[in-house]
């Protein structure tokens, strides 16, 4: 199994502006594929059994777990 390739993208408020402090959950990589003429980005590895798709699942809750807490420390670091 791959490792999925999610992260916290932080941007700072900036003392010369009026902008607050933000962030986003982004796909830092991906792969594609096509089905039935569409394309799909895909965000795991191919999956040919449950347990893989559980892994998987594991691990996007995991990533997205630590995306929270970095997450919090940024906005904690702001105010």
Request: proline share 1%.
């Amino acid at each position: 199994m791959s490792t999925l390739c999610l992260q916290l993208l932080e941007v700072p408020a900036t003392k010369d502006s009026l902008d607050s402090a933000r962030a986003y959950i982004a796909i830092k990589g991906s792969s594609s594929i096509k089905l039935d003429g569409k394309e799909f980005k895909t965000i795991s590895a191919e999956c040919r059994t449950l347990k893989e798709v559980e892994e998987a699942t594991d691990l996007l809750t995991k990533e997205l777990k630590t995306i929270k807490k970095q997450a919090s420390i940024f906005f904690q670091k702001r105010i």
